[in-house]
């Protein structure tokens, strides 16, 4: 995918989840965040960040610029919550991405309705039918992507809600779309949020099939790039490894 009237600025704060000050040219500008996580590793005082400038848009929002990216030492980490979901269906699309019995489905359907969730994509290959449910991934440490970077009881339920739908004979996939390179692997993040990397195992018993990709990330870009092996090993304890 790619955004059009990408510039650089420098973050400088946050004064709620949806709203950063950056300096754009010498001056400060209110500019939209398009991701209610923390990213307190990567939202720090002077990172170079890559903001959309709106002013010339159809619909501009309430915000000129929205913050979509920032750098972090020598990597550049995608931090539009909606980009993982238009690089998977773009990548569904292309061919780039074929889930195993579903090469080319017949129906790519996005935020489709199951049980008491609202899943990423609906797909149909025949009568072969799958569910599938897109995380984006922002946070590294060490080389290795983790999430979530803040709890999430929504997380929870749709990997619940997957496990269910394989016992009604859907295909289910996991798919953890990490917005930078390079890392090693991509783990559950257990000292934030415990009861995710749970819900993580308990969906691979019940047959869900976990996936992740790291991507190519551009000033302007983003790209699905390749496979990530992912750890779901439990830690001794929660400081183990993070």
Known sequence: MEYAQVVTGKFLQRPNRFVALCEIEGRTHRCHVKNTGRCRELLLPGATVFLQDRRGAEKPGKTEFSLIGVKKGDMLVNIDSQAPNAVVKEALLSGALVFPGFACPDVVRPEYGYGASRLDFYLQKGNRRALVEVKGVTLEVGGQ??????????????????????????????????????????????????????????????????????????????SLGRPVPIDLHTPASAEDGF
């Open 145 to 222: 992507a983790r999430f979530p970077d803040a709890p999430t009881q929504r997380g929870v339920k749709h990997l619940d809600e997957l496990a269910g739908a394989v016992a009604a004979g859907y295909s289910c996939f996991a798919v953890f779309v990490i917005a930078l390179r390079p890392v090693s692997s991509m783990a559950p993040n257990w000292l934030t949020h415990p009861a995710f990397g749970r819900a993580l195992q308990r969906a691979q018993k019940a047959g869900v099939q976990l996936l992740a990709y790291d991507c190519a990330v551009g000033q302007n870009t983003l």
